[in-house]
């Protein structure tokens, strides 16, 4: 069964510094990998996704992931983080269109101005 | 529409009562999800469906629970005698299903029902 975790649980950064949140997944074959931002008391937003080709994944806000197949890894990264991007960040892997996203436990960010 | 529309926003039952909770997947998508997101943010599968038949049921709760999607309404998600580990926040997401992958891979969600049993 496919499974996602995200190491670190919280993670605290200063406005501007840079930002990497982990993701490992557990699955047999190459996964649909997605990173989900979501606010206080809100829905889901898609960040990005990586279904193949490139392993470097540009998407909306400023932010970036690379899949290493060799470490089971889809890192998010963003070089100057906001105090806007305060927020829960999930990891989250599929096998095709039509099959459930198992979601990552999430990382909680807090923005220090 | 193209968003994902659930109704409604918050609900709050007594232990015991029903809940039903709706959910509008974007127009012309094949398939939608149920996802349950509890306290510490776990979200757990439920339910999903191909149209209106049930495509996978592996996450439902044997009791109590139930969902439908029939045509040309919205999907609910039905909690008969709710107990108090049923507050959660219930997602609906919406997926093309259709053409050719990956592009149609992507779920969109909805922004959530606000289950609060008390």
């Known amino acids: 069964a496919q499974s996602v975790t995200q190491p670190d649980i919280h993670i605290t950064v200063s406005e501007g510094a840079s930002l990497e949140l982990r993701c490992n997944y557990s699955y047999g074959a190459t996964p649909y990998l997605f990173w989900y931002v979501q606010s206080p008391g809100q829905g889901l937003q898609l960040l990005l996704k990586?279904?193949?080709?490139?392993?470097l994944v540009q998407g909306i806000k400023g932010f970036e992931a690379e899949f290493k197949r060799s470490q089971s890894s889809f890192n998010l990264r963003k070089p100057s983080v906001h105090w806007s991007d305060a927020a829960e960040y999930f990891c989250?892997?599929?096998?095709?269109?039509?099959?459930?996203?198992?979601f990552g436990p999430g990382t909680s960010l807090s923005v220090i101005p | 529409g193209e968003e994902v529309a659930q109704t409604p926003k918050h609900l709050v039952r007594g232990e015991g009562q029903k809940a039903k909770l709706y959910c509008a997947p974007i127009?012309?998508?094949?398939?939608v999800f149920w996802y349950q997101q509890v306290l510490k943010n776990e979200f757990k599968f439920l339910i999903s469906?191909?149209?209106?038949?049930?495509?996978?049921e592996t996450g439902m709760p044997k009791e109590r629970f139930s969902a439908k999607c029939l045509p040309n309404s919205p999907c609910s998600l039905e909690i008969q005698a709710t107990k108090l580990e049923d507050s959660a926040v219930y997602f609906c997401?919406?997926?093309?299903?259709?053409?050719?992958?990956?592009?149609?891979?992507?779920?969109?969600f909805g922004p959530g029902t606000r289950l609060t049993v008390t």
């Open positions: 127009k012309g998508h094949s398939y």
């Open positions: 989250a892997v599929g096998k095709t269109s039509y099959d459930k996203v198992t």
């Open positions: 997401a919406s997926s093309p299903g259709t053409g050719e992958e990956p592009w149609s891979s992507e779920q969109y």
């Open positions: 990586y279904f193949s080709g490139d392993t």
């Open positions: 469906f191909q149209n209106e038949n049930v495509f996978d």
